[in-house]
Each structure stands twice: as C-alpha cells, then as structure tokens.
C-alpha cells in the first residue's frame, strides 16, 4: 500500500483518482461490477450488483478531522442523490488518513441526517467503513499505527454553530445591502468588538475568531479581521445545512378570507418570519412559483403550535396553506431577518443555504442567488 505522507496535499486531482483507484479495486474484489466515470456530469463511479445498484460520488479531504469531513460527505451527499437517477446514492468521504473514531462519528451523522443514503469513509492506509445494502464487504480495518486516534479533534467546536453563523453574518454585512440582511455594519480589529457588536460574549467571539484563523479563513494581517478562502468557507458553511427538519403542513381556519392577510398576522407577531421560496419572493431574488410559502418559527412543538389559534393540521390530501417549519438556527435566523414590504422574512444568506437542498428547483434558486448577490462576495474577495 502506499504511504499517504507520499501523496502531494495541493494535488486535489491525484487524490480523487487514488480514492477511485482504491474504491473501484475493493468493490471488484468484493463481486461488484465498477464502471468509472460513466457520462459528463454524473457520479464518480457505478457500482452494480444483483439487486442493487449504486450511484457514487466521492469527496476527498485533506486533513482526517471530523469538522472538515462531515460538511464534505453533507456535499457529497446531496450530489449523489442528485445525480442518482435509477441507482441508490452513495456519498464516500476519504482522506490521507482517518482514525477509526472519526469514521464512525461520520457514518453516525449520516445515520441521523441521511438515512435513505448509503454512507462511506475511506482512507489510504486502507480503512474502510460502509453503511448500506449490500456493502458490508468493503469495510477493512487500516494498517495498525498508534499515532492515528490523536488526528481525531479533541472538543472541537462547530465552525457552523447557531451563534457563529450570526457572527459569520455580522462579518459579511458590510459587503450585503441593507435590505437583505440586518446586522450591524462595521469593522472589527478584535474579538471584543466583534462580540459588542454582534450582542454575544466575549468568549464567544474569541473562539470563535480563533477558528477561523486556524482554519486560514481570516487574512492574518492588517487593522480588520477579513474573511478569505470564501469558496472553500461558503461550500462548507451550504453543506453544514445537511440536516433532519421539523416542520408542519397548516390550513388558516377563517376560510374565504384572504389567506395573505391570515399570513401577514403570523409574520407580524415577531415569532416567524418568511423562509426558503416566501422570503426569496419577499427579496425580490424568487423565481419558483407553486410552493406553498414556508414560515420559520423558534421552536415547533404540540404546544407552539397550539398557540397559533388560526392554524390546524391539513387533513390528509389537503393542500396546505402554509408550511410551518423550525428555523434550523433560530439564533442566526432571527436576528439577522429584514421586513422588505413590511413581511419579516429571512436575510438572503440564510435563504441561500436552507433553499439548496430543497426537491423542488431548491438548487437552481441557490444558483440564482449566487449569481445575481453572492458571486461578488465570494468569488471577488476569494483570496488565499
């Protein structure tokens, strides 16, 4: 086997295709039919067998750490189903080197979040970790080294926490309009005056602060702190959304009048605000028409949405008139919600993150909203 301290780091492309390379030699080995690159623009890999068949695309990290892996198997899993067609989606994150416990925190995640698609981690030194039909063949444990549990982050915090998304908010303003995000508009030198600004603790703000430098997203010089290598920072920060939701389909009680106006009162009580297509629509960036308007709230529960005195369930086949959901980040969510037309609604960043993954063209209106708000803030100061 060979040594993954040999592989070049900076060669993306070399790694990719060794991951192929490996995937493809085990999955033959194991009695699978392996077809590699089988059309432009589909998965890395088709994996075929009686019964079954598998769509794979494969993502490869350079570091074996569980923050950095986990949003590139999110990544690899959404494309895998998207590209799946006729076939099963299977989503494989690999790395030079990844700790048993590492891998298994990774197909945990998947088991939470995705359990409708099949999981894998890889490494070059030969572990391998599957969860899916058909697939316990692959698994093989890696050549024995005693250094290989310390890659494992020890207490790690979530880059992509509640609160560290608002502070990630609070950074990018300046370079949002006004009226598609509401945060405080300045420039920070320290980590204190990004916590008073942002209205979180000092701590909060250091370590987080912290992170981003370890992690090389804040450019080390200069009077301001300056988030670079956005592509890399707003990729992981979309694929961190990955995530099981809590949502209810409602019908408005007072039927005959205006369900607009029915809305209006829901946004106007200061506990929900427009989400995904709705706040699109709201910013004037919505395209995709159809979808009955979604609503964030803090929290949804029996009794949350017991409180709502003109709202009930749908009754089976019945069209809703809204779906009420949980705001994924409330903290994020609600603070930095704009009112465009008097309607509170979510800020165009949150709307380009949550509206990805949604079945109905949710990709194609996140591509929208890069290309007509966020390519200028991503791509333009993409440095490093």
Same mark, same amino acid.
């Given at each position: ?12 492309? #070399?790694?990719?295709d060794?991951?192929?390379?490996l995937?493809?030699q ?6 699978w039919?392996?077809?590699? =690159? ?5 998965p ?15 993502k ?14 999110s990544?690899?899993?959404l494309q ?6 006729d076939?099963?989606?299977l ?6 080197? $990844?700790?048993?416990?590492v891998?298994? =925190?990774?197909?945990n995640f998947?088991q939470?979040y ?16 599957f969860?899916?039909?058909h ?9 024995k080294s ?13 880059l ?5 998304q608002?502070?990630?908010?609070v ?21 204190? =005056?990004?916590?008073?600004?942002a209205?979180?603790?000092?701590m909060s ?10 992690? +090389? ?12 290598r956005? +592509? ?8 961190? +959304?990955l995530?099981r939701?809590?949502?209810?389909p ?5 039927r005959g009048?205006d369900?607009r106006?029915?809305l #209006?009162?829901?946004l106007?009580?200061g506990?929900a605000c427009?989400?995904l297509f709705a706040?699109a629509?709201?910013l ?6 159809g ?28 069209a809703?008139?809204?779906i009420v959901? #949980? ?17 509170a609604?979510?800020?165009?960043? #949150?709307?380009?993150?949550d509206v ?8 194609? =209106?996140?591509d929208?909203?890069r ?5 200028? $803030?991503?791509? +333009?100061?993409?440095?490093?």
């Amino acid at each position: 086997m060979e040594d993954a301290h040999f592989l070049p780091k900076s060669d993306a492309r #070399q790694r990719h295709d060794r991951v192929e390379q490996l995937l493809s030699q085990a999955s033959e080995k194991a009695g699978w039919r392996v077809k590699r =690159q089988p059309r432009a623009g589909g998965p890395d890999l088709l994996l075929r067998r009686p019964g079954v068949s598998y769509a794979v695309e494969i993502k490869v990290g350079v570091e074996g750490r569980s923050d950095r892996l986990i949003p590139l198997w999110s990544q690899a899993c959404l494309q895998a189903s998207r590209l799946a067609g006729d076939h099963a989606p299977l989503a494989v994150v690999a790395a030079p080197e $990844i700790a048993p416990k590492v891998a298994r =925190q990774i197909l945990n995640f998947a088991q939470e979040y995705a359990p409708d698609a099949a999981a894998g981690v890889m490494d070059f030194a030969g572990l391998r970790m599957f969860r899916g039909s058909h697939l316990d063949s692959l698994n093989a444990e890696a050549r024995k080294s005693p250094a290989r549990d310390s890659h494992a982050p020890k207490g790690q915090p979530h880059l992509f926490s509640d609160l560290n998304q608002w502070m990630l908010k609070v950074l990018l303003a300046p370079e949002v309009p006004d009226a598609l995000l509401s945060a405080p508009r300045g420039r920070y030198g320290n980590a204190s =005056q990004l916590a008073r600004a942002a209205n979180v603790s000092v701590m909060s703000a250091f370590r987080f602060v912290q992170q981003l430098q370890r992690e +090389g997203y804040l450019h080390e010089s200069g009077a301001h702190f300056r988030l670079v290598r956005r +592509g890399d920072l707003f990729r992981r920060w979309q694929a961190s +959304g990955l995530r099981r939701l809590n949502e209810a389909p409602m019908r408005f009680l007072l039927r005959g009048s205006d369900p607009r106006q029915a809305l #209006q009162r829901m946004l106007d009580s200061g506990r929900a605000c427009l989400a995904l297509f709705a706040a699109a629509d709201a910013l004037g960036v919505g395209f995709v028409h159809g979808v009955p308007p979604y609503v964030y709230v803090r929290r949804l529960s029996p009794a949350s949405l017991s409180a709502w005195k003109h709202l009930a369930p749908v009754a089976p086949g019945e069209a809703p008139d809204v779906i009420v959901r #949980q705001a994924p980040v409330p903290g994020s969510v609600f603070r930095g919600m704009v009112r465009p037309h008097g309607m509170a609604a979510c800020d165009v960043l #949150q709307v380009w993150l949550d509206v990805f993954e949604h079945p109905t063209r949710g990709h194609e =209106q996140a591509d929208l909203i890069r290309r007509r708000i966020l390519d200028r $803030i991503i791509d +333009g100061n993409d440095h490093g």
